[in-house]
């Protein structure tokens, strides 16, 4: 084997620190990566795979290599890290102009999904997180930070910690995720966040030490202890931001300063809700392709910032539960809906405002240049235009935002320092704006002027030598030189130093020339260096404003939010809701946001809801498929989660008293991957709702019971109904869909039970779906007619009538013991007779029975009947 160069020792010496990355190691103007490494890169980025050492005598003894170019390595780097790729960058760590031999080199920075800073790697109106999960027997915490803003935030949870942390983690969705030993043992946690959020995965145990954690939160966030932080007695709060912080300044090797402010969720800041919810409500993303047209978030995103962007998704995505908080938002949305003007010219500032957060990042990171820095000055210099506009617009949190520090030193020492078009390098020159640095204006005119500068010395030695003929010329060999015809040359002066002897000339130097050469030949790098030098003063400078910019970005944010939600309720027709503390839900006119957007071709039809803590607790929702039943309740839901971010609500009028968290289960889907059929995965989501509901929670339940025989599910259906009324165990409000039309007789015998159905009329062999709630139970499902809406054959209709009349008029039990009963109005068990069935059903208390307890007896009961 041949003997390896000392580069490529180099090379294996920093790789087998960094194992678990691609190596971009630079050399000139490429980065290369060899072996392993460079035939996977060769593989993911369709490069070319070659080798350093074509004359190996095998090529199994060659080195495979690859590489790219430094100056656009991003848009490659990019392509890797989508793939789930880590990239460590190793960079020279000396100039080799000045370095004999091998120039020392060291990783500089690990690039991963959820570290990334770039912009080109970073969606403008969407954070990118990384995480960590921890977890012990006692309690659990997940810290969250996007490093390119410096956004950084935990929330630690004491009861079923591994449910709430997944909620948590379905809110953020991280890109990377790193995980204590505790949380990677935690099987359907850790299964969770690999597959469910597609997370890239690390363990590191060792990050989690309590002690050192918190010696990191205390220096990271400049406090003596953590109880000044909110985290007194939160040890898993502590371990699980320590554990991210130790991550964090591993990967990234620079300076973390806009990394200076903790936010801690406690219990009752925000509405929690689960993934299931989340995508059944489709909040930020639509549930056939994720993509975020058909969200809730399409309809409200018309904000103009990409930090007013991220800024709107965190509100939709985290609903508040204080009324006070709910209406200072609505206030703010309030004082801009109705100040059309004002609200029109703040919008077009805002248009032309980048994203101050990630600048902000680039600049204390000193990955930010010149155009970075200009764009910077500009977002800044737009401040006060907004804060005048804002000055006769009334509301608490306006004037907040009217009042945040504009840093009007930080738009007028770029304006200053930085050139209006600067280059993308900052090594390379013209970045600094003439008048800014006297030395660099120097330099400056003499690369610029160095032809003007000889000339004229030239003028002046013939004028002081008399020497008509004198000229200064130069070559690459000897540089610049003083020509004298040799019948002038014994006129020069005596310090004029010969410097070579032709056949018709002598050539000569003096000082002040040889001072004007290396001026000359010198000022190009001289100037180059001399501006990065200042340049990176100026962002050094800027860097320390880290605080108040992060202030300003965060005020612009605000307002263009606002801004956004004023204009999308001025355009959509939106009323602004009425929220307290009363359990009332009462909406007049309500509407599907996302439906009525795109259902151009007819107009929405509007439906009341009303519900309460005491009469009207749980509606039962009776009618035809297709008529509408998931997208009204949908669309209560959506409307309770709209006014609780502070958002208009698409309604004549809205009276929300605050939810604590939404539940749905909604829809068909299975889990294959996990060995669950659809029945198990709704029972699945059933029995969360159960669990974790409150009486001040929202509850959505589309057709419970489907997706098994007809006598379990409608068992199943009425006991989770039963238990969701009962005051004494749930007692949340609830809307209930079903095509058990059995279940309508509950209004007459639970309190708080409610019967509405869809409208619908036949006319003739046609069913129109009037798409109207009403008060009263359907008395038909019309599935045949629904199967013909869809398409289904004629052949099939007919048949499927026929066979519907024979079941309709047989008598009971002649096709079975599951015979729908479809113009039943209630249970009824007066075909039992006496005896022992009628003593079992008078001594049952319905008001302490059980969900699976209600589910054994009616087997018991059946198999009596049957028997």
Not at 362 to 383: I, M, Q
């Amino acid at each position: 084997m041949a003997e390896l160069t000392p580069m490529k020792r180099q090379y294996n010496e920093i790789k087998s620190q960094h194992t678990d990355c691609l190596l971009f190691f630079r050399l000139g103007d490429f980065y290369e990566m060899f072996d392993e490494d460079a035939v996977t890169a060769s593989r993911e980025l369709d490069l070319t795979l070659t080798t350093r050492d074509r004359n190996a005598e095998s090529p199994e003894a060659r080195t495979p290599m690859c590489g790219v170019p430094y100056h656009s390595c991003e848009a490659y780097i990019a392509r890797l890290i989508a793939k789930g790729y880590k990239v460590a960058i190793c960079e020279q760590t000396e100039d080799p102009a000045l370095v004999k031999g091998l120039v020392s080199r060291d990783v500089i920075r690990i690039i991963t999904p959820g570290t990334v800073t770039a912009s080109a790697m970073l969606e403008e109106g969407r954070p990118n997180y990384v995480c960590a999960v921890y977890l012990d027997v006692t309690a659990g915490a997940v810290a969250f930070c996007d490093v390119s803003t410096g956004e950084f935030c935990v929330a630690g949870f004491q009861e079923s910690p591994a449910a709430h942390m997944m909620n948590e983690l379905s809110r953020f969705m991280p890109r990377e995720a790193v995980l204590s030993a505790g949380a990677a043992a935690d099987a359907a946690l850790s299964a969770f966040i690999a597959k469910k959020l597609g997370c890239l995965v690390e363990n590191g145990e060792s990050r989690f030490d309590y002690m050192q954690s918190a010696a990191r939160v205390c220096e990271r966030f400049g406090v003596s202890d953590v109880d000044s932080l909110g985290l007194a007695g939160d040890s898993a709060s502590v371990c699980a931001a320590g554990g991210l912080l130790s991550y964090i300044i591993e990967t990234q090797k620079f300076d973390l300063s806009h990394i200076n402010t903790l936010d801690v969720f406690t219990a009752g800041r925000f509405m929690e809700l689960d993934y299931t919810a989340r995508r059944n409500l489709e909040l930020t993303g639509n549930l056939r392709t994720g993509e975020k047209k058909g969200s809730l978030l399409w309809v409200l995103d018309r904000t103009k910032t990409p930090m007013g962007g991220r800024l709107l998704r965190a509100w939709t995505e985290r609903p508040l539960l204080s009324p006070v908080a709910i209406r200072r938002r609505l206030a703010a949305v309030q004082a801009l809906f109705s100040a059309n003007v004002a609200r029109g010219e703040l919008i077009e500032i805002l248009r032309g405002i980048g994203d101050i957060q990630r600048l902000v990042g680039r600049v204390v990171y000193g990955t930010a240049n010149g155009r970075d820095l200009l764009a910077l000055g500009s977002c800044c210099g737009a401040f006060p235009a907004l804060t005048a506009l804002l000055g006769d617009i009334r509301s608490p949190m306006l004037r907040a935002i009217a009042e945040t520090d504009p840093v009007p030193q930080i738009p007028d020492l770029i304006a200053r320092a930085i050139c209006d078009e600067p280059p993308f390098s900052v090594r390379e020159g013209g970045i600094l704006r003439e008048g800014f640095s006297e030395e660099a204006d120097s330099l400056r005119g003499l690369r610029d002027n160095g032809v003007q500068m000889v000339s004229a010395l030239e003028r002046r030695e013939r004028e002081r030598t008399s020497i008509r003929k004198l000229k200064i010329g130069y070559n690459r060999v000897f540089g610049y030189y003083i020509d004298v015809p040799r019948a002038s040359s014994e006129n020069v002066p005596e310090e004029y130093i010969r410097k070579q002897t032709l056949s018709t000339s002598e050539r000569f130097f003096t000082q002040e020339l040889k001072e004007l050469e290396s001026t000359l030949l010198t000022a190009r790098d001289r100037l180059e260096a001399l501006e990065f030098r200042l340049f990176e003063e100026v962002r050094l400078r800027v860097a320390g404003e880290v605080s108040r910019l992060q202030a300003l970005a965060d005020a612009v944010a605000e307002l263009d939010a606002l801004c956004a939600l004023a204009e999308v309720a001025v355009r959509n027709g939106y009323t602004m809701p009425e929220v307290d503390l009363s359990g009332q839900l009462s909406i007049t006119a309500g509407r599907h946001p996302v439906v009525e957007k795109t259902q151009s071709e007819t107009l929405f039809v509007p439906n009341d809801t009303f519900m309460n803590c005491a009469g009207d607790r749980v509606a039962i929702i009776t009618g035809p498929n297709m008529a509408g039943k998931s997208t009204y309740m949908r669309q209560t839901a959506l409307i309770v989660l709209m006014a609780q971010m502070g958002s208009f609500v698409p309604a004549k009028s809205a009276v929300i008293g605050v939810v604590d968290r939404v539940f749905t289960r909604i829809g068909a889907s299975d889990d294959l991957a996990g060995g669950k059929s659809t029945f198990m995965v709704e029972m699945v989501e059933v029995a969360e709702i159960l669990r974790y509901a409150t009486a001040s929670s929202l509850i959505i339940l589309d057709e419970i019971g489907r997706g098994t025989s007809t006598y379990d599910g409608m068992a199943i259906a009425r006991a989770v109904l039963e238990y969701c009324a009962d005051r004494r165990r749930l007692g949340a409000k609830t809307l209930f869909a079903t095509h058990y039309h059995e279940l309508s007789a509950l209004e007459e015998q639970l309190e708080g039970v409610r019967n509405y159905s869809i409208s619908a009329k036949k006319r003739g062999g046609d069913l129109i779906f009037l798409r109207k709630i009403v008060k009263g139970a359907a008395d038909d499902s019309y599935g045949v007619e629904v199967a013909k809406l869809a398409g289904v054959p004629d052949s099939v209709i007919s048949r499927a009538k026929r066979c519907l009349a024979e079941l309709e008029s047989a008598p009971r039990g002649a096709h079975g013991p599951e015979k729908p009963a479809r113009d039943d109005a209630q249970l009824s068990f007066s075909d039992f007779g006496s005896g022992e069935i009628i003593e079992k059903l008078r001594a049952v208390s319905l008001d302490t029975l059980t969900p699976i307890e209600a589910m054994n007896l009616l087997y018991a009961l059946k198999k009596k009947v049957d028997a």
